[in-house]
């Protein structure tokens, strides 16, 4: 049962720390999504990548956040510092394009 | 759970009847739209798409309604269960990839 891996699942962190958050997409997918979900804002876009290429990264903080794809299985979204304002749930999805997106069970983010 | 507790609008209605979940969305130029479901501690599910094309499509017990006219997007389950009860999101998609989330609605079933 081909599924999105997320790890952690839980992270608690002290403010200023670096966070590493990694998702192993669906075998084959060409299309991989980070979102973070907040009480407040719902499902947001950070950043999402084609072919491992980054294709819009405009709904992340360019001074902390980071995404990459270092190969076809492996997605990480880092944040450095960390400020207590990120906590917030992140979820990986992959998918082959036209709005089908397998999510992960997210990382639940809490920094103190 | 994993939705975070959100603040959405809420509609609540009994076991066996249908429900109607409204959204607007705002991109003219989107290709897709979605509709998914996200259960308390999980991520959200993919229910159903329609092309931009199209105004209607039908899957198992839901049916999505696309008007263009006044950007109105609709699920509808038939015959709701208990089952049924999660946050419900409209998604939207362009020709490049980009999926955009919409605000949810919470769907309660009371037996």
């Known amino acids: 049962d081909a599924r999105v891996t997320q790890t952690p699942r839980h992270k608690v962190t002290e403010m200023g720390q670096e966070v590493t958050m990694r998702c192993q997409p669906i075998l084959g997918h060409n299309t991989v999504f980070w979102y973070r979900q907040t009480m407040m804002q719902g499902l947001e876009l950070l950043a999402y990548?084609?072919?491992?290429?980054?294709?819009?990264d405009s709904g992340m903080p360019k001074d902390r956040f980071s995404a990459e794809m270092p190969d076809a299985t492996l997605a990480t979204l880092k944040i450095q510092p960390s400020e207590p304002r990120d906590s917030a749930v992140y979820f990986c999805a992959s998918g082959l394009g036209q709005g089908r997106a397998f999510f992960g069970q997210g990382t639940r983010l809490t920094v103190v | 759970g994993e939705s975070v507790g959100l603040h959405l609008p809420t509609l609540s209605v009994q076991e066996g009847d249908n429900s109607i979940i409204n959204c607007a969305y705002s991109?003219?130029?989107?290709?897709?739209f979605i509709w998914y479901k996200q259960e308390s501690g999980k991520g959200p599910q993919f229910i159903i798409d329609i092309r931009s094309n199209m105004d209607k499509r039908q899957g198992q017990r839901v049916t999505v309604l696309l008007n263009k006219t006044v950007k109105h997007l609709s699920l509808q389950i038939a015959a709701t269960q208990p089952g049924d009860s999660a946050v419900y999101f409209c998604?939207?998609?362009?020709?490049?990839?980009?999926?955009?989330f919409g605000t949810g609605t919470r769907l309660q079933v009371f037996p």
């Open positions: 991109n003219s130029a989107s290709d897709y």
């Open positions: 998604a939207e998609m362009e020709n490049t990839d980009k999926l955009i």
């Open positions: 990548f084609r072919n491992r290429a980054p294709l819009d």
